[in-house]
């Protein structure tokens, strides 16, 4: 171990540790390749402790037994300290994803307002009376559902923090974390931070680890009320599956492959710049990537030619480099998205434009070119997986059925967007496409805070972000008075 890079500690029953074996991981830079950090590889032992931790935060000790508005302050206060630190953490963010510099400081922003939005919701959770027969009052109570595992993956470690733990502590639940090892500097980061922001020691549980060994084991914990987990569709299912044997409940965000349709009668310019940041930011992981984009047939080739020629523009490079895109995260997700580009060659599928590397980008990088693939055969593996890569497959399509039948033909479901000025459209479309959330004439909306998110078929179920997000961290408990005398 190198002596000079920041060992990170877990935090565990509100202090901060190494795990109990002392094993480490190598943090490595997607940008060049070096190692530059090291986090905790924890064991079953560890996250049986952060469980435990948890258990007794919730059951016994003082955050259980705050009141709603102190827990609101608190989620403030480290709101406020992360802004204070918001410098220093989007900097971590991006050296330790490859995401671009101005993207971690958005993702920043976006984590200290989901601590701001939950903190003011914390107080503001109310339940219902019911009208029923007879001489009975009835009532309902939202309640926390206790300890909640959060599982969260490395594109987007701080944004999927905040809106898990921002939510679960809001209502009231006791937290334990076990992030991605790719990246996860954010994360610990944050551990320190909320230590300083006053939360009661076990509220918040911080275990780094492989996903085999530490993600498992807080899965299959009997101890562990609720799951929230964020990835591939396969880790998802494993999750549900543990989850299963103790009867517990999951919310789980598996990714998309969605859809962006424009109509010849949309403000083409204002479309273009929107349709390739949606495919390109994070330079393509992102769950919620736009990365397939329907034209009507009668501007396909107009807009497709507009597309290649500002993809042909596009250049990745270091994350600090201030480019349009980064590297990618890890070795292994550059292979994957490889491994797409070579069979799309093989299969004769018709490249558009191809973006560029720059030149004096570290060897020992992980940097894929962005490419517009056009006329992409509908059920091919291009048009159908989930690359999360900077690739973005184009479609021509006839009318407004067709276009439902493109967007729809996918096994995942998570958003959409329609661009078109013809009003009446705009809600047919919207109500048409099978995805948790659609978009008209825009995408994303600066980190969506407020707004429900979650998705339809194989993009998962339950939802966050919002409301929404605070409901699924609670259970209803239902009370019924006899009030006859
Ligand atoms: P995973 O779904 O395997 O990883 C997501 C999280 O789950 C990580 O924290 C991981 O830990 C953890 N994990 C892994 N195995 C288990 C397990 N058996 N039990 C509990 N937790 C586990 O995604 P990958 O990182 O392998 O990426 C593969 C593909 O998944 C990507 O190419 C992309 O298509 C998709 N993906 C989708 C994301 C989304 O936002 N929807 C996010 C990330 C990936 P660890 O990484 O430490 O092993």
């Not at 560890?46 to 469980?51: F, T």
């Not at 825009?442 to 998962?460: D, Q």
Request: hydrophobic fraction near 40%; proline fraction near 4%; charged fraction near 20%.
């Amino acid at each position: 171990m190198n002596k000079q890079y920041k060992s990170y500690k877990n935090l565990i029953a509100g202090k901060l540790c190494e795990a109990i074996d002392k094993e480490q991981i190598e943090v490595i830079c997607p940008s060049d390749g070096e190692v530059f950090a090291y986090i905790p590889k924890s064991s079953t032992r560890d996250i049986d402790l952060a469980v435990k931790a948890a258990r007794h935060a919730y059951d016994k000790g003082e955050w259980g037994k705050m009141s709603a508005m102190e827990r609101g302050r608190i989620l403030l206060k480290f709101s406020i300290l992360i802004e204070k630190h918001k410098s220093e953490l989007a900097m971590l963010e991006s050296r330790d994803t490859g995401k671009i510099l101005s993207q971690a400081e958005a993702d920043i922003t976006a984590l200290a307002r989901y601590f701001e939005f939950y903190a003011g919701a914390a107080d503001k959770i109310y339940g219902n009376t019911i009208p029923i027969k007879g001489n009975f009052l009835t009532l309902t109570l939202r309640e926390p559902h206790g300890v909640v595992g959060g599982i969260i993956p490395w594109n987007y470690p701080a944004q999927i923090f905040g809106r898990v733990v921002g939510a679960a502590l809001a209502m009231g639940n006791s937290v334990v974390i076990k992030p991605a090892e790719d990246a996860c500097l954010s994360v610990l980061r944050l551990g320190e931070l909320a230590v300083s922001a006053g939360l009661p020691a076990g509220a918040l549980n911080i275990v780094s680890g492989t996903g085999e060994e530490a993600g498992s084991a807080l899965t299959k914990h009997s101890q562990v009320d609720f799951f929230s987990f964020t990835g591939s569709p396969i880790t998802g299912s494993l999750v549900q599956q543990a989850a299963a044997l103790n009867q517990r409940g999951v919310t789980l965000e598996l990714g998309g492959k969605s859809a962006q349709i424009i109509f010849a009668d949309a403000d083409l310019e204002k479309a273009l710049p929107v349709i390739i940041n949606a495919i390109i930011q994070n330079s393509g992981q992102t769950c919620s990537a736009g990365s397939r984009v329907l034209i009507e047939q009668s501007i396909y080739a107009e807009f497709s030619k507009k597309l290649a020629e500002k993809f042909a523009k596009l250049k990745a490079g270091p994350h600090d480099a201030n480019l349009d895109l980064g590297p990618l995260i890890s070795k292994k997700q550059l292979n994957i998205v490889k491994n797409f580009i070579s069979q799309a060659e093989k299969e004769n599928i018709e490249l558009l434009a191809k973006g560029e590397i720059i030149d004096n980008a570290p060897e020992k990088g992980n940097y894929i070119a962005p490419a517009l693939y056009g006329n992409v055969p509908p059920n091919s593996d291009l048009a159908q997986k989930e690359i999360f890569g900077p690739i973005l497959c184009a479609f021509p399509f006839r009318d407004e059925e067709h276009a439902i039948r493109l967007a729809n033909n996918s096994e995942f479901g998570l958003v959409g967007a329609v661009w078109t000025s013809d009003g009446a459209r705009q809600m047919r479309m919207a109500k048409a496409i099978r995805a948790g959330q659609v978009y008209i004439n825009s995408y994303g909306a600066g980190g969506g805070i407020e707004l429900p998110f979650g998705g339809f078929k194989k993009s998962g179920h339950g939802r966050e972000k919002g409301i929404e997000g605070l409901y699924e961290m609670s259970t209803t408990k239902t009370i019924i008075i006899n009030h006859e005398n």
